[in-house]
């Protein structure tokens, strides 16, 4: 900050601020010599490094191209297997869904099957209850009508004798519709 205040100082002192046209006393053409010199002294110096700089720019300007090349293939076939991805996919999923219906089917049938099977068991179960409860009420009934038989029998035939031959006679009768 101390040397900007100087500056000013100095411009104020001197009264303005001047371009000086003297060739000499500024040493453009000092410089410009210099430039000169340098140029063709430097020229094969820095043209080789030059076609060396320009060398390695298009080499790698190549290879990023290579790389852009082999990333744009690389991208394609990952494209591609994506799509294929998506394709296994969706017959996976298809065949989960068949194989979800089928098995429910086969479920649906094997239930079918057993209820089937202990609907028929209930019928057979209740025509033998059934056929049981119909020999027990017919037992019953010829009970009945042997005792009434013999009741009457008695009634009707004062003897013993030939009350028990009438009723050894229907019991033999009877026997046989009883097995």
């Known amino acids: 900050m101390e040397n900007f205040n100087q500056i000013f100082t100095l411009l104020s002192e001197n009264g303005s601020i001047g371009l000086n046209l003297d060739i000499l006393e500024t040493g453009v053409l000092n410089i410009a010599a210099l430039v000169g010199i340098l140029i063709y002294t430097g020229k094969d110096f820095l043209g080789s490094i030059l076609q060396e700089r320009k060398s390695t720019i298009v ?41 979800k219906t089928n098995l429910l089917k086969s479920d649906a049938n094997i239930a079918k099957k057993e209820l089937t099977t202990r609907f028929n068991r209930a019928v057979a179960s209740f025509r033998s209850k059934e056929r049981v409860i119909f020999l027990d009420v017919k037992q019953q009934i010829i009970s009945l009508v042997l005792n009434r038989s013999v009741v009457q029998a008695k009634e009707t035939f004062g003897s013993k004798k030939r009350a028990r031959a009438l009723i050894n006679e229907t019991i033999e009768k009877l026997e046989g519709d009883l097995l």
Not at 75 to 94: F, T, W
């Open 59 to 99: 080499k790698s300007v190549q290879d990023a191209e290579d790389r852009l090349n082999e990333a744009n293939r690389r991208l394609s076939e990952a494209q591609k297997q994506l799509s294929q991805a998506h394709v296994v996919i969706s017959e996976i999923r298809n065949e989960t869904q068949t194989a």
